[in-house]
Every structure is written in C-alpha cells, then in structure tokens.
C-alpha cells in the first residue's frame, strides 16, 4: 500500500485478518512448544525417579552386604575385648514410645546383664549416619526405660568404607568404629577414647569410663 492509497473498510479487515492469523499461528507454536516442554520435564524426572529408586536399591544392596561381613563375627570382637556378650540380635526394629507410627531398627544389638551395644551398619557410612544413630539411641534408651532394662546402653557404626572425617566424628560423639579390613572387622579404639553410656532414666547420659571393652 502506497501512501496514495486510502484505507478503506475491507483493507482494514483484510489487514486485521492477515494479523489475527499471524496470532494464531504464533500462539499455536507457542502452545506446541509448551507441551513439548513440559513433556520433556515429565519424561526427565520419571527418568530421575527411576535413577533414584535404582541407586536406592543399589544402596540398601551395599548396606545389607555390609552386614553380613559385620554380623558373623562383630559379637567375638566385642569379647576379646572383655565384655561377654551372649545375646546377639539382627535387625531389631522398635517403636518410638514418642511416636505412635514411629519405629526405628537396630541393625545388630549385642548384650549381656549389664551393657548392650547398639550397632548402626552402612556400606560407605557419612556424618548424618551418625546424627541418625544418636537419634536412634535416645529412642532405644527409651524403650529399654518402660521395659525396666538397666542395662547400659552403648552405641557403635559399622562400614565397610569408613572415611576419616567419619570415623572422627563417630569417636567425638562417643560411639565405637567398627571397620572391614580383609574379610574380617576390626574395632577401632585410639588411645584415651571415651565410649558414651545411655544409662538408666534415673542416670544421666554421660560419657564416663567402662570398666569392660578395655584391653
């Protein structure tokens, strides 16, 4: 159109026609890609999801190979150190007395008529495992008041890939480290480590020698 030209009605219309079109086709791709999009995302976080379940499996796989090198031979460590353990339970699992729906598991709890000691097993074992097991203790001690157990209650992490700063952090907190070496366990207990005792409700929780576990 030159600007001789008069717009009139019908060129208007026409015009107006020719940019709704435009529109339409424009807002169709835009919609067209949207659900490509959105498609796509849905598709990558089912394909997340399943690599998660996977590596989940993969993990409890790890976990539960970790515990049977620990299991067959943890409760006769434990007496070369002078406890005189007889009682040995595998995967334990309690209810939170705090928590109706609540239930924790002890994966290996070792004890005589005097201490057990509550063993928390992890293929490659990191700082929240410990945080965890703190936790599960406190439960454990809890149970073990309303059943009137006297016992003292002690705690320990097993892996079979146990990284330093893990293993400082477990011995800071109190609990026994217990580590894979060939195909058998050893317990690591450095010089002037102090286990933590979860005692009776009339005791407080304290970190005090134990006259067992010494060489």
């Not at 999801?49 to 989940?56: A, L, Q, Y």
């Not at 005589?112 to 928390?120: M, V």
């Not at 073990?144 to 006297?150: I, L, P, V």
Request: aromatic share 8%; proline share 4%; charged share 35%.
């Amino acid at each position: 159109m030159t600007s001789t030209e008069t717009l009139n009605f019908e060129k208007v219309w026409a015009m107006f026609q020719e940019s709704d079109k435009k529109f339409q086709e424009s807002r169709e791709e835009f919609d067209r890609r949207a659900k490509e999009t959105d498609r796509q995302m849905k598709e990558t976080s089912r394909k997340m999801e399943e690599t998660d379940r996977r590596i989940g499996e993969l993990g409890n796989r790890f976990g539960e190979l970790a515990e049977h090198l620990v299991a067959p031979s943890i409760m006769e460590k434990f007496n070369e150190l002078g406890f005189e353990f007889s009682d040995h339970l595998h995967n334990w699992q309690i209810k939170d007395p705090d928590n109706p729906v609540g239930f924790t598991e002890i994966d290996i709890l070792l004890g005589n008529g005097d201490i057990a000691i509550a063993i928390e097993v992890k293929a490659k074992p990191r700082r929240a495992a410990v945080d965890e097991h703190l936790r599960r203790m406190e439960v454990l001690r809890k149970v073990a008041d309303r059943r009137n157990d006297k016992r003292k209650y002690q705690g320990a992490l097993a892996g079979a890939i146990m990284e330093e700063p893990v293993r400082q952090y477990a011995l800071e907190k109190g609990f026994y480290v217990i580590e894979q070496t060939g195909d058998t366990v050893m317990i690591n207990i450095p010089d002037g480590f102090i286990p933590r005792e979860w005692e009776p409700e009339m005791h407080q929780s304290t970190c005090t020698p134990s006259k067992q576990g010494k060489n």
